[in-house]
C-alpha cells in the first residue's frame, strides 16, 4: 500500500506561481510513474503531468505545457508541480497520483493510489 499526502495548495493571483507537492509513504518502488490531477467543480478528474519515477520522463496536459513543471526527488519520496504563469481556469484541487504500471499515463484509470487533495485557487 502507498500514502500520498499533498501540500502547498493557496490562492495566488493570475500570472503568479506555486509549488505542490507530494510526499509518498509505504511500499513506493522506483518503477511507480507519478502524476497530478486537477478537478475543478462541476468538472472531470484531468490529467495534469505525469513521470516516470526512474528515468524520469515527463508528460503534459497541453493545457498547461510550458507553464507547469513535474519533477521529483527519489531521497524524499517527494514529487512536486511547479506552477507558473496561472491562470483562473487552474483553479482545481489538484491530486497526486501513483501507478504501478506505466499504461496510459494521461487516464485516471491507470492510476492505483491517490491522495487527498490540495486545493488551488487564481483570482483574476
Known amino acids: 500500500q502507498v500514502q500520498l499526502l499533498e501540500s502547498g495548495g493557496g490562492l495566488v493571483q493570475a500570472g503568479g506561481s506555486l509549488r505542490v507537492s507530494c510526499v509518498a509513504s509505504?511500499?513506493?518502488?522506483?518503477?511507480?510513474?507519478m502524476g497530478w490531477f486537477r478537478q475543478a467543480p462541476g468538472k472531470e478528474r484531468e490529467f495534469v503531468a505525469a513521470i516516470t519515477w526512474g528515468a524520469g520522463s515527463t508528460y503534459y496536459a497541453d493545457s498547461v505545457k510550458g507553464r507547469f513543471t513535474i519533477s521529483r526527488d527519489n531521497a524524499k519520496n517527494t514529487l512536486y508541480l511547479q506552477m507558473n504563469s496561472l491562470k483562473p481556469e487552474d483553479t482545481a484541487v489538484y491530486y497526486c497520483?501513483?501507478?504501478?504500471?506505466?499504461?496510459?499515463?494521461?487516464?485516471?484509470?491507470?492510476?492505483?493510489?491517490w491522495g487527498q487533495g490540495t486545493q488551488v485557487t487564481v483570482s483574476s
Open positions: 509505504g511500499r513506493t518502488s522506483s518503477r511507480y510513474v
Open positions: 497520483a501513483a501507478a504501478k504500471y506505466a499504461g496510459n499515463l494521461y487516464n485516471r484509470v491507470a492510476y492505483d493510489y
